[in-house]
């Protein structure tokens, strides 16, 4: 059963099942996927060129900061005028290792780290950045209502919409999100992870 003004279709039992899930299959994925950060760990520290990980402060659940991490795809010169929506990851400021995991998704692997730490969940809103929200806010005050949902990994507006290039693709992110919180249950998000999954193993862009 829904809170009281909320408009989450998901009820306290969905919630406690989709955290459990969340947690086997952070650890799940940490356990299988340690060998893959080992050999991606020692190849960019192989390259010479920065650090390991990147991290960045994003905006999660009730509107509380935290730290995502990411493997390092750019260089830091990327955004010396200022945050850019999407920054691109291209042969003028990426190794060919650091495009071909930003291309394959594999840069997101550290993140099922802020899964298990419960920052985030495997489908929910991509977190944002509070330089953009403030944007967004200027135009709707209806992200206010994405702060009613952890962060995910994937969403329907990650399969659907894409990188979030320009304002309306923002706004257009936004109103999926919302509608995924409206109608969203454990199945939903079990369709939503195979598709992610089938995405990335058939190399499909999004």
């Known amino acids: 059963m829904r809170e ?8 306290k039992l969905q919630h406690s099942m989709k955290r459990a899930f969340d947690i086997i299959g ?12 080992l050999v991606i760990s020692i190849l960019i520290t192989y390259q010479s060129n920065g650090p390991i990980f990147f991290r960045q402060i994003r905006i999660g659940y ?6 995502i991490f990411k493997f390092r795809t ?47 969940s495997f489908v929910g809103p991509r977190p944002e950045r509070k330089y953009f929200i403030d944007k967004i806010l200027r135009h709707t ?19 659907y919409n894409g990188y979030t290039d320009t304002m309306e693709k923002m706004l257009k992110r936004m109103e999926m999100d919302i509608h995924y919180l409206e ?24």
């Not at 009281?4 to 009820?11: E, H, N, R, T, Y």
């Not at 952070?26 to 950060?37: D, K, N, Q, R, Y």
């Not at 692997?109 to 899964?115: A, E, F, I, S």
């Not at 005050?141 to 399969?159: F, V």
């Open 4 to 11: 009281k003004g909320s408009l989450d279709a998901m009820g």
């Open 26 to 37: 952070a650890l799940i994925g940490l356990a299988l996927c340690s060998p893959l950060f």
């Open 62 to 67: 009730k509107g509380r900061p935290f730290a």
């Open 74 to 120: 750019m260089s830091s010169i990327v955004e010396e005028e200022g945050p850019q929506l999407v920054a691109k990851c291209d042969s003028s400021n990426s190794t060919r290792l650091e495009q071909f995991l930003r291309g394959h998704h594999l840069d997101e692997l550290p993140q099922l780290w802020n899964v298990l730490r419960g920052d985030m």
């Open 141 to 159: 005050d209806r992200y206010q209502l994405i702060y009613e949902m952890k962060p995910g990994l994937t969403s329907e507006a990650t399969l």
């Open 183 to 206: 109608h969203r249950t454990l199945w939903l998000d079990f369709t939503i992870i195979v598709k992610t999954v089938v995405n990335i193993l058939t190399g499909k862009k999004f």
